[in-house]
């Protein structure tokens, strides 16, 4: 019985304080975003859903407003709506913590390439670069964002450049 009322207060109680310090249709409604963001064929689908909570951003709070403006971005981008999704994965960075911020500085920088302003994607690259070397984070992200750094360098005819931020493996 003891472990019964210890679980139960395991699973309840995360959710009581969630309930009580953040509106949660909200992160509902951010959570069923995500989903349909994720999911290949229903990127407007999730953009539908983040509109039907345009009207609440103002309340949101910080995370959620970071989650949403994110959210808003990736969906875009996914739909090639490039120059959409820019401004709203800006807004997202400005707030998120520095592991999440080299993410975002990743998709702005690909967004810029994929609207062919290399140096708009060389600059977010950049600087994704250094918070990855800041948070001494080597992972397949990092590796991903040299070599679309490197693709977007060899573009600009720096050659130098391509062949040094070029990785195979991390």
Same mark, same amino acid.
Do not use: H
């Given at each position: 019985?003891?472990?019964?009322?210890?679980?139960?207060?395991?699973?309840?109680?995360?959710?009581?304080?969630?309930?009580?310090?953040?509106?949660?249709?909200?992160?509902?409604?951010?959570?069923?975003?995500?989903?349909?963001?994720?999911?290949?064929?229903?990127?407007?689908?999730?953009?539908?859903?983040?509109?039907?909570?345009?009207?609440?951003?103002?309340?949101?709070?910080?995370?959620?407003?970071?989650?949403? &403006?994110? /959210?808003?971005?990736?969906?875009?981008? !996914?739909? #090639?709506?490039? $120059?959409?999704?820019?401004?709203?994965? *800006?807004?997202?960075?400005?707030?998120?913590?520095?592991?999440?911020?080299?993410?975002?500085?990743?998709?702005?920088?690909?967004?810029?390439?994929?609207?062919?302003?290399?140096?708009?994607?060389?600059?977010?690259?950049?600087?994704?670069?250094?918070?990855?070397?800041?948070?001494?984070?080597?992972?397949?992200?990092?590796?991903?964002?040299? &070599?679309? /750094?490197?693709?977007?360098?060899?573009? !600009?005819? #720096?050659?130098? $450049?391509?062949?040094?931020?070029?990785? *195979?493996?991390?």
């Amino acid at each position: 019985m003891r472990e019964l009322r210890f679980l139960f207060f395991v699973l309840v109680s995360p959710v009581w304080v969630c309930a009580q310090t953040v509106p949660f249709p909200v992160d509902l409604k951010l959570s069923e975003a995500f989903i349909l963001i994720l999911k290949k064929d229903t990127p407007q689908k999730g953009i539908d859903v983040l509109d039907s909570i345009r009207s609440e951003v103002a309340t949101m709070t910080l995370l959620q407003r970071t989650d949403w &403006n994110f /959210l808003n971005g990736i969906a875009n981008y !996914q739909l #090639k709506r490039y $120059e959409k999704a820019i401004p709203f994965l *800006s807004t997202a960075a400005e707030t998120a913590s520095d592991s999440a911020k080299t993410i975002i500085l990743d998709a702005i920088g690909r967004a810029y390439y994929m609207k062919r302003n290399l140096a708009g994607a060389e600059e977010s690259l950049k600087k994704a670069q250094s918070l990855y070397i800041k948070l001494n984070k080597r992972d397949s992200s990092y590796v991903s964002t040299l &070599n679309t /750094l490197a693709i977007v360098s060899r573009e !600009q005819c #720096k050659y130098l $450049e391509a062949k040094r931020d070029r990785k *195979s493996d991390v």
